[in-house]
């Protein structure tokens, strides 16, 4: 008797996660399906475009998901959609909390009304944590939530969320919360991609020979994206659910020693600026997180060193400016 492939669907699968997570999920031959607004770009699937299938569907839309739902009846979604850029929380804090948290609300309650049983993963952040003390990294799960951002807000929202679904109903949801990821496809506004976006256009001559930086100092654990999705899909098939992980590498990098090792990749000779508009009201010191719990559940272990992550990722751009 021939076994039935996996049903899986991505929320977000258009933008830098969930593209990545597409293409791990394919070589898995799984049967994928991704949830995609008429208006998102489709920049990061377009080479994927005929091996998945994407259903027009919007996270503040019920009507929509309802629809979703009974006809592609998934064994495991991936929930990754999201207002993600921290900064931008401040500026629209309502806009953040709506998508992050009615926008999983309505995930789960058509999850509910299709009567199916899906595996579900959410993807929670290190965010929630903010202000961390000196003598609690590295982070554990039981580490006291104090978040710093309406992001981070909304992030603790979601999390409790999903622990109350899965006691409510019986949900089978399995909270991460992933730590800084980065790599190709990574947003231009987040720190390493600005970054590389900005030196690849010095190299070319678009701009002058300036970059632009906030705060420096600010310890970071940055993990591989293609790590992140891998983890993201041994969490469905390993974790408890009701549990929260962390995902993370373990080891914190000064956004400095980044920003180094990409200048380290390039000829170009720069001036460094601080540019007050990307400095934060307040700002986490470090984020270091402790990746036992899950290490131990499944054993994943992060393979790509961050110097490979960051040349992927300065070529990335040098392709497109």
């Known amino acids: 008797m021939t076994k039935l492939k996996k049903r899986a669907l991505i929320t977000g699968i258009t933008g830098f996660a969930g593209s ?42 019920s009507h929509s998901l309802d629809a979703l739902m009974l006809e592609v ?13 921290v900064p931008a929380s401040w500026t629209s804090p309502a806009v953040t909390l709506e998508t992050n948290l009615v926008g999983t609300t309505n995930l789960f309650e058509a999850v509910r ?17 903010g202000l961390v003390k000196e003598d609690e990294v590295p982070i554990k799960e039981t580490n006291p939530l104090r978040p710093l951002s309406p992001y981070g807000v909304s992030k ?36 390493n991609s600005t970054f590389a976006k900005q030196i690849a256009e010095i190299e070319k001559s678009k701009k002058e020979s300036v970059i632009r930086v906030g705060n420096l100092e600010a310890k970071r654990d940055f993990t591989d994206v293609r790590d992140m999705v891998r983890a993201y899909y041994l969490a469905v098939l390993k974790c408890e659910p009701g549990e929260v992980y ?32 990307r400095m934060r009201p307040s700002d ?30 300065l070529n990335y751009w040098r392709k497109r400016v």
């Open 20 to 61: 990545h997570l597409a293409e791990f999920l394919l070589k898995e031959k799984v049967d994928l399906y991704g949830i995609c607004r008429w208006r998102a770009s489709r920049d990061n699937i377009l080479h994927l475009n005929k091996k998945l299938k994407l259903i027009e569907a919007d996270l503040l839309d």
């Open 73 to 85: 009846r998934p064994d495991l979604i991936f929930h990754l959609a999201a207002q993600s850029f």
């Open 113 to 129: 009304r299709a009567q199916i049983d899906p595996v579900i993963q959410i993807a929670c952040s290190s965010e929630e944590y």
């Open 156 to 191: 603790v929202a979601m999390d409790y969320l999903g622990y109350q679904y899965f006691k409510s109903y019986g949900m089978k949801i399995i909270r991460t919360r992933g730590f800084n990821h980065t790599g190709p496809r990574r947003g231009e506004v987040f720190v």
């Open 246 to 277: 962390n995902i993370c590498s373990g080891k914190a990098w000064r956004i400095k020693d980044c920003l180094e090792m990409l200048l380290g990749m390039s000829k170009t000779k720069v001036k460094i600026i601080k540019d007050p508009a």
């Open 284 to 313: 986490i010191p470090i984020l270091l997180g402790d990746n036992s719990k899950f290490v131990e559940k499944t054993g994943w272990q992060p393979e790509i060193p961050l110097k490979k992550t960051l040349k992927d990722l």
